[in-house]
């Protein structure tokens, strides 16, 4: 059992490259998400998906777009890299639709480091 | 606006005492707390949860204290270990939320000296 898989570990991209971050889940989860952590700032969400061909912005979605074709994958896409996009950014799922379950925290992938120069 | 706060970047503690971390939210409608940890290089892991119906949560070392009054949570751990060494996250949710989002405070760094 993986849990929560993200590819690739690191990246670097110039400035107005695009890329896609890959994260794939085996838990059958329904909610999934993407976050950013930066130095000082917390975890911040970017976007989510309550299940397979639903998804929703977070608090910093600019910049970024989702999609959800399956159950176990929710890919992040870069669409025109900027430097501002450097960090470190993570996947994370949980089973249930409502994510505030009490039973159903979040379980995170392991990130990918993103620089853009 | 962050509506997690967790005020103390760092913290030290000598190995076998208690460390208390401490996290603030500003929205009254936060119902679901969380504290998560992490070790670097790592994704963050789920350590304890806690609902507003309740004011403490404990599993083995580790216990969560929920003011609602104050709106103040915070994380014991009870003897600490050099192993507890990593950030450790406060997060809240709200159940009338319909965005499904959990936020999260900017993390407090604890060392835990043997």
């Known amino acids: 059992n993986a849990g929560v898989t993200q590819t690739p570990k690191f990246q670097v991209l110039k400035t107005g490259q695009s890329m896609t971050l890959q994260c794939a889940q085996d838990?059958?989860?329904?909610?999934m998400s993407w976050y950013r952590q930066d130095p000082g700032m917390g975890l911040r969400l970017i976007h989510y998906?309550?299940?397979?061909?639903?998804?929703d912005q977070g608090e910093v979605p600019n910049g970024y777009n989702v999609s959800r074709s399956t159950t176990e994958d929710f890919p992040l896409r870069l669409l025109s890299a900027a430097p501002s996009q450097t960090s470190v950014y993570f996947c994370?799922?949980?089973?249930?639709?409502?994510?505030?379950?009490?039973?159903?925290?979040?379980?995170f992938g392991n990130g990918t480091r993103l620089t853009v120069t | 606006d962050q509506q997690v706060k967790q005020n103390s970047p760092s913290l030290s503690v000598q190995e076998g005492r208690i460390s208390i971390l401490n996290c603030d939210y500003t929205?009254?409608?936060?119902?679901?707390f969380l504290w998560y940890k992490k070790y670097p290089a790592e994704g963050p892991t789920f350590l304890i949860s806690?609902?507003?119906?309740?004011d403490k949560n404990e599993d083995g070392r580790f216990t969560v204290f929920l003011n609602k009054s104050a709106k103040h949570l915070s994380l014991h751990i009870v003897p600490s270990q050099p192993g507890d060494s990593a950030v450790y996250f406060c997060?809240?949710?709200?159940?009338?939320?319909?965005?499904?989002?959990?936020?999260f405070g900017t993390g407090t760094s604890l060392t835990v000296i043997p």
């Open positions: 929205n009254s409608m936060f119902d679901y």
């Open positions: 997060a809240a949710s709200s159940s009338t939320n319909t965005g499904n989002q959990f936020y």
């Open positions: 998906s309550v299940g397979a061909g639903i998804t």
């Open positions: 806690i609902s507003s119906i309740k």
């Open positions: 838990m059958n989860h329904e909610y």
């Open positions: 994370a799922s949980s089973y249930s639709m409502a994510v505030r379950s009490y039973n159903s925290p979040l379980h």
